[in-house]
């Protein structure tokens, strides 16, 4: 008996089954493999954009709050804290006066 029918016609194909549902739990574990930090990143593209908005909506800090921070961090040697809390009273308060702006420079 030959394998395939005999004078050349052949039955048609079946169709194909469909493909099986994709696993959900496989597909995610795959994307953790080639981007490990790509769910952190969504987890945190809400919050991250609340906090944005709130700094932009945030009141600028004036030239008293900042003298009163930088004199709280003491006269001698300012910790990492320190020197980012500095930093970043420089680039908030640009017009700082002169009583304030050898505070911020010292550190």
Do not use: C
């Amino acid at each position: 008996m030959l394998p395939f029918p005999a004078g050349g016609a052949m039955a048609a194909p079946r169709p194909l089954s469909p493909a099986p549902p994709k696993d959900d739990h496989f597909s995610g574990a795959m994307d953790d493999v080639f981007h490990p930090y790509e769910g952190e990143r969504r987890e945190w593209e809400g919050p991250e954009a609340r906090i944005e908005a709130d700094e932009a909506t945030a009141a600028p800090i004036t030239d008293e709050e900042a003298e009163w921070l930088m004199k709280r961090l003491g006269s001698g040697r300012l910790s990492a804290a320190g020197h980012a809390l500095a930093e970043r009273l420089k680039a908030q308060v640009p017009d700082a006066n002169a009583r304030l702006k050898p505070l911020i420079d010292a550190a």
